[in-house]
């Protein structure tokens, strides 16, 4: 056996023996209750640092040991699992799987990227990032691409020989320790819409053109949303799904437990998964444009899901009901750093889960204590008895160990109170 192997099993039989801690097997009933709107109604924490920055500095990748670089990004899921186990006491659950993106070509946007050649049919540049921001290009400003784009049928195409491999060294290396499992990127799944149109579009042009060109706004839209969804039919054709009843992320934040009996990925179905959309990019439009350019968009393919969730970083102070009204299958609804707290609870109540954000600069390396335990005393005073709450401590990017566990500290002290 390899050094990379003994490492990968000696880690992956880590995993499996925390998998089984009898608080891990209490929280899953709590997650699949409180997913289900049922039981009683104590929060649940869930410490959720950012893959590009938080886990940088909590698992830095300089001290992990295989030489494969394949097998390195197998180790380094690994050992970020047991580093939350032993390091962050929150209502996280650990399970003997460890789960990766298909590999493969997204062939809408994928935002972000630096390699993307084309989206929706249409040739795209590297974006010209700086050290905290990035132009965004106006590639519909030519009728010849927003003609493109109306003709493009988003697909996802899965490279099978490098899934093959991935699937064959990963398996290996765990030597049955823990189930590896390739899944569908959230790219082809989410029903947002708005990140990827922006990305081509520009912020500035297209807030313009909800004005200017309101009919060129809803026939890219109408596109967007029916090709999307149609998307969700060809995936589940393909048994390219998988059960997201578990502890991987729904929407923007909390664990997917529910109580229904697991199916193998490849037979799971649109009406049983979590589904997700959010519309932050229309943070500052009125509630008639939101409700007439976005949410009937998003709610094409999100209503097909067996349960939705909303919302993002975005406040949704005064689109609630909107979007109750536009989703039967609502369940998750987020609240931002910047929502009003009671406010949402008020108008969310026990209709759907509320997913509350602190503001993750709280706990930069520079510990904000009396402004962190004053929001989380504001939180559990508004929401207290009335709502299924979850606090999901999101986009850390900076934030160090010790300022992490002060803030659980902190929040169980608000939650005891």
Request: hydrophobic share 40%; proline share 5%; charged share 25%.
């Given at each position: 056996?390899?050094?990379d192997?003994?490492t990968?099993k ?5 995993v499996n023996?925390?998998s089984?801690r009898e608080?891990?097997a209490h929280k899953?009933?709590r997650w699949?209750e409180?997913n289900?709107?049922?039981?009683d109604k104590s929060p649940?924490?869930?410490i959720?640092?950012?893959e590009d ?5 909590l698992?830095?990748p300089?001290?992990l ?6 097998l390195?990004l197998?180790e380094?899921?690994?050992?970020k ?6 390091h962050l006491?929150?209502?996280?659950v650990?399970e003997?799987t460890?789960r ?10 994928l935002y972000?990227?630096q390699?993307?050649?084309s989206a929706?049919?249409?040739e795209?540049?590297p974006?010209a990032?700086?050290s ?9 400003a ?7 784009l109306?003709?493009?049928e988003?697909d ?14 990963f398996?290996e290396?765990?030597d ?7 899944t ?8 947002s819409?708005?990140?990827e149109l922006v990305h081509l ?5 297209l807030m313009?053109d909800?004005?200017d060109?309101p009919?060129r ?6 596109h ?6 149609r998307l969700?039919?060809?995936?589940e054709?393909r048994?390219?799904l998988f059960?997201?009843?578990?502890n991987v992320?729904?929407g ?8 229904a ?5 490849a037979d799971a ?5 979590w589904g997700f959309?959010?519309?932050?990019e229309?943070?500052?439009?009125s ?6 350019f ?10 097909r899901?067996g349960m ?5 970083c975005?406040?949704l102070?005064d689109?609630f009901e ?5 989703l039967?299958n609502?369940?998750r ?5 910047w929502s009003d707290?009671r ?12 997913s509350w954000k ?5 706990v930069?390396p520079?510990?904000?204590e009396?402004?962190a335990?004053?929001?989380l005393g504001?939180w559990?005073?508004?929401?207290r008895d009335?709502?299924?709450?979850e606090?999901i401590?999101?986009?850390l990017?900076?934030s160090?160990?010790d300022?992490?566990q ?6 169980k002290a608000a939650v005891s109170e």
């Amino acid at each position: 056996m390899s050094n990379d192997h003994t490492t990968i099993k000696q880690l992956a039989g880590q995993v499996n023996a925390l998998s089984r801690r009898e608080d891990f097997a209490h929280k899953r009933v709590r997650w699949a209750e409180h997913n289900e709107l049922v039981g009683d109604k104590s929060p649940l924490l869930w410490i959720c640092p950012d893959e590009d920055g938080g886990w940088r500095n909590l698992v830095p990748p300089g001290r992990l040991v295989c030489a494969d670089p394949d097998l390195r990004l197998l180790e380094w899921q690994l050992r970020k699992l047991i580093f939350h186990a032993e390091h962050l006491d929150d209502d996280f659950v650990v399970e003997p799987t460890v789960r990766f993106d298909i590999p493969g070509e997204y062939t809408g946007y994928l935002y972000g990227s630096q390699t993307q050649r084309s989206a929706w049919g249409i040739e795209i540049t590297p974006l010209a990032v700086g050290s905290q921001a990035y132009h965004l290009p106006n590639y519909l400003a030519s009728e010849e691409n927003r003609e493109r784009l109306l003709r493009h049928e988003v697909d996802f195409i899965p490279d099978e020989e490098r899934w093959a491999l991935l699937r064959r060294k990963f398996t290996e290396a765990a030597d049955g320790e823990v189930d590896i499992r390739f899944t569908v990127p959230y790219s082809a799944l989410v029903q947002s819409l708005l990140i990827e149109l922006v990305h081509l579009y520009g912020l500035q042009e297209l807030m313009m053109d909800l004005i200017d060109e309101p009919e060129r706004i809803h026939a890219i839209m109408a596109h967007l949303s029916a090709s999307k969804a149609r998307l969700l039919g060809s995936l589940e054709a393909r048994r390219l799904l998988f059960d997201n009843r578990v502890n991987v992320y729904t929407g923007s934040g909390g664990l997917g437990y529910t109580r229904a009996e697991p199916v193998a990925d490849a037979d799971a179905r649109i009406s049983q998964m979590w589904g997700f959309a959010d519309a932050q990019e229309f943070s500052n439009v009125s509630l008639s444009m939101f409700e007439e350019f976005a949410l009937p968009y998003q709610a094409r393919g999100l209503s097909r899901f067996g349960m939705a969730c909303y919302g993002c970083c975005e406040p949704l102070d005064d689109k609630f009901e909107s979007i109750f009204r536009a989703l039967p299958n609502l369940r998750r609804l987020s609240v931002s750093p910047w929502s009003d707290i009671r406010r949402a609870a008020d108008a969310i109540g026990d209709r759907a889960i509320y997913s509350w954000k602190p503001n993750p600069a709280y706990v930069s390396p520079d510990f904000h204590e009396e402004e962190a335990a004053a929001r989380l005393g504001a939180w559990r005073a508004a929401t207290r008895d009335r709502c299924f709450t979850e606090v999901i401590l999101k986009d850390l990017r900076t934030s160090t160990l010790d300022s992490l566990q002060r803030y659980i500290q902190l929040y169980k002290a608000a939650v005891s109170e």
